[in-house]
Structures are given as C-alpha cells and as structure tokens.
C-alpha cells in the first residue's frame, strides 16, 4: 500500500523534532486524571483566570460594549457601564473597518498601535514609532513570526538561555534552525556570566553554525530572576561586538516581587547607552495581555516592536505577517485597555488601580510562600521568584529514585513529577521540559494558585516529596530551612 502524506513516518521531521513540554505528558496524564474524577491543580502552565484570578472589570466591560455595539444605542446603558468604558468603546470601535467582527490591517488597528507607541514613550523615555509596531495573537505569535523570518536553515542558530521557555526550542525546531544553549548560573540567583555566552558562540562557530540572534527573557521564565541595568549593557554590549539581533522577552514586566531590580526594559538601556549601539543594534521585543494584572491569556492579545531594523526588512516581516491577514480584534482591544488604562480623574480609576493592585501585592505574597515552602522540604532548594509567574526549584533526587526512573522508562524528573501528580493531584512541568545541566533536576510551577489555598498545596507537596526522599533514600537528607 502506498504511504500517504499524513502517515507518521512522512511526515515533517522538524514537526516530530518540535517539543512543548508545557503541555506535554505531565499535562496529558493530568487531564486523564481529571477525567477520572481526581482533582488536579494545574499549575503547569502561566493561566492566571484559570487559577481563580479574576479579570480587571474596566478592560472586560470596554471589550463587552465593543463586542454588542447595539447596547451602545440602549438609552439605559450608562446605569450598566461607566461613562469612561463607553467613551474607549466607542473609540474603539471607530478604529474599526466593521466592529470587532471586520479583518484589521495585518499589523493591527493603527490607533492601538499609536496607543502602544504611546506606552512604551512613557515606560522608556524615548519616542516609539507605531508603524515599527505589530499587533499578535498573544506574544507567542510574534516570536515565531520573527524567527520564521530570521532563520535561514539548519546552520542558522539562535543563542537561547537554559533553562529556557520552551516556545523557543521548540519554534526553532520547527522552522528548521538549531538551538545555541547559554546556561544561566542557578547558585547566582540564575544570573547571566558574558563568558559562557561567548563560549557558547565559539562552540557553536567550531560547529558550522551560524549565531544569529540572542533571546532573553526578563523577568525570566521559568526562572523568575530579574536583569540588572549592568546585565543588560553586558548584554547589549556582546549583541553589538557579536552581529546579533536581540529578542526581548518581556511580556512579565508587570510581574516584579522585590524593589532591588525593577523591571527595565532592553530598549531604554540601549537607546541610554547612546551611538554606536543606540543606532545599529537590532533589537525586537516583546510584550502581551497575557501576564501582569491582566492575565488575559485566552484573549490572544501581543505585540512587538522592532528597533533599527532596515525598511526592506520591516517589509518582509509585514509580508510574513500579512499571510494570517489580521490578529485577532478582541485581543486588540484588550491591547489598548492595558496600555492605555483609566487615568487619575477617570470614573474607573480607583477600581483599576485596587484591582490590579491587590493582584501583583497578592502574587509577591504567593512568590515568598512557594519558595519557603519549598526550602522547608527534604532536598529542595528553590531561589525567590524575583518576578514572573513560576517558581524553578531544584529536586535533589537519591540515585535509588534515579535508577527508578531508569526501570520505569522515564527521565528521572518526569518520573518524580508523574508521583507528584498521582500523590497530590499537582500538575507541574518537569526541569527537562526547559533544559537543565547534566545531572541536576527541577520542576517548575507557577505562583499562580489562590493566596488562601497556597498553604494548603505547599503542605500538600511536603508531605509528598518527605515520603519520596524517605522511600528512596532513608534519612539522610538536605533541607535549606
């Protein structure tokens, strides 16, 4: 019989390649589970509204009206929506060929790109041009579309930090390329050493690869560390001596636990640090709906904004772009309300400002109860979530549960995972999933579930992860408490 292009050994090999650990078998057994009857804890993937956060009421009832123009005309509808939702609403919808439900310019509705032009003004300091801005579905969407663009073939590589987002690994599968590892230092709060960076260039060059681009991601996922102004200049300073475009992951910006390192973005270092760099490194950064207060995650609303990137350039990115015709509208909107919220004066400003207040006091509440629970724990060692949504300990495994894992088939962190799971009901994603150093294990989870019921989960793990250490190991154990 003849083999058809669907049938698994025809198929693409970068798409058989590609891995997304985050939804990967950890998830896939915990939703078998669920279907079981078994309560799970999804806590293996960044989705706040998932995990009992509630939305902001502003950015939801701006979108509603957007959504049902007709209640607009209802001559009631200021006793359902405050006078500043209404007047964004109709801004919003006048931005629009059709409403919500027309295609936009494939690089989204010029007058939210002008919003967010506006924002990043006001967050750098330095004027931002919104035709050099583009609209996505979610920041994921923009990524691909940039390394779509950017990698050529296999001898392409693009130097990625690990432990890394697996969007990244598995994106560069996928469009062909080949990941260059930079290993960030776990006993220096995960931080970033510029010569391992330029060792892992060399190593790659001694390979016929040729380095590309650099991503970071700040605040870091899974890792949760913050970047210094001195780290990023580094940084900024080796893209520039090395020919490489940075990417800038900053779509946790809002997400910041600790006043030492706030969150400052690549574009303002750069454009401080004045010519040569300031002129000729090509940056690309990214941001979304899905992080901070707003924790829009299934909206699908991002953007990225490129700087020094020539205009021939900018044209075949709008190219690649234009080949899913428009974002999505919604998520737009959602756009703008994040980057344009109510203002001092505003009907909706003190309900903003105690919403999305009291969701980032909360989260840093969260961030220091996870990682003390788990430095409480038999050999666990967990560094504080800085900023982000997750918390990246490490699982000193016994080599009895090692060689467990062995027999059972299973990476030795996926298997102590899969207990987790079958113990406690507690989904999370295992350190493998993100890349690790040889012979060292993590987990991650986020920070994510509710502030009254992290005790509960934390004891939860405690009590699992004692009896582990106990069963493969006896009493001999590390704690960091």
């Known amino acids: 019989m003849s083999r058809k292009a669907l049938d698994y050994d025809q198929l693409n090999e970068n798409v058989k390649k590609a891995q997304y650990a985050v939804r990967g078998e950890l998830y896939l057994r915990a939703s078998e589970l669920q279907k079981e009857g078994k309560k799970i804890i999804f806590t293996n993937v960044g989705n706040p509204h998932a995990l009992g956060q509630k939305p902001l009421t502003f950015p939801r009832q701006v979108v509603a009206l957007c959504q049902a123009p007709f209640l607009l005309d209802d001559p009631n509808v200021g006793l359902l929506f405050p006078a500043d939702a209404i007047a964004k609403a109709k801004l919003y919808l006048s931005y629009t060929s059709g409403g919500l439900g027309a295609y936009s310019d494939s690089r989204g509705l010029p007058g939210i790109r002008?919003?967010?032009?506006?924002?990043?003004?006001?967050?750098?300091?330095?004027?931002?041009?919104?035709?050099?801005?583009?609209?996505?579905?979610?920041?994921?969407?923009?990524?691909?579309?940039?390394?779509?663009?950017?990698?050529?073939?296999?001898?392409?590589g693009i130097l990625v930090p690990v432990p890394q987002y697996p969007l990244y690994s598995a994106a560069i599968s996928l469009f062909g390329g080949s990941l260059v590892p930079y290993y960030l230092e776990e006993n220096a709060n995960w931080g970033l050493d510029i010569n391992n960076l330029r060792q892992s260039v060399a190593e790659a060059r001694s390979k016929g690869i040729t380095v590309r681009a650099m991503v970071i991601i700040n605040p870091g996922n899974p890792t949760g560390q913050c970047l210094s102004v001195d780290n990023l200049k580094e940084i900024l300073r080796f893209c520039y001596q090395e020919n490489l475009v940075l990417l800038g992951d900053e779509v946790y910006q809002q997400n910041v636990y600790q006043d030492e390192r706030p969150f400052i973005s690549?574009?303002?270092?750069m454009l401080d640090m004045g010519p040569p760099i300031s002129k000729?490194?090509?940056?690309?950064?990214?941001?979304?709906?899905?992080?901070?207060?707003l924790g829009e995650c299934g909206q699908r609303g991002g953007y990225f904004e490129m700087t020094n990137i020539p205009p021939e350039s900018v044209e075949e990115i709008y190219k690649v772009a234009s080949i899913s015709l428009s974002p999505n509208v919604p998520g737009m909107i959602f756009m703008g309300c994040m980057v344009s919220p109510p203002k001092p004066g505003d009907i909706s400003y003190d309900q903003f400002i105690r919403e999305s207040t009291g969701i980032l006091e909360s989260l840093r509440k969260r961030a220091h109860m996870m990682t003390d629970g788990f430095n409480s724990c038999k050999n666990v060692v967990c560094n504080f979530t800085e900023g982000a949504m997750y918390s990246f300990p490490q699982v000193k495994l016994p080599p009895k549960a090692i060689e467990a894992a062995k027999q059972a088939g299973k990476v030795p962190d996926v298997f102590y995972c899969l207990k987790l799971l079958e113990a406690t009901g507690i989904s999370t994603v295992p350190g493998s999933g993100f890349g690790q150093k040889e012979g060292v294990f993590h987990l991650r989870t986020t920070i994510l579930?509710?502030?009254?019921?992290?005790?509960?989960?934390?004891?939860?793990?405690?009590?699992?992860?004692d009896a582990f250490m106990n069963q493969y190991e006896g009493n001999s154990w590390y704690s960091r408490m």
């Open 114 to 156: 002008k919003e967010v032009a506006e924002f990043i003004g006001r967050r750098d300091g330095y004027p931002s041009n919104p035709e050099l801005i583009y609209l996505t579905d979610g920041a994921s969407k923009g990524v691909m579309q940039i390394l779509q663009t950017i990698i050529r073939g296999n001898g392409d």
């Open 266 to 269: 690549s574009r303002k270092v």
């Open 280 to 293: 000729e490194l090509q940056l690309i950064s990214f941001h979304t709906v899905s992080k901070g207060f």
């Open 449 to 465: 579930p509710a502030e009254e019921d992290m005790p509960a989960i934390m004891e939860s793990f405690k009590k699992f992860n």
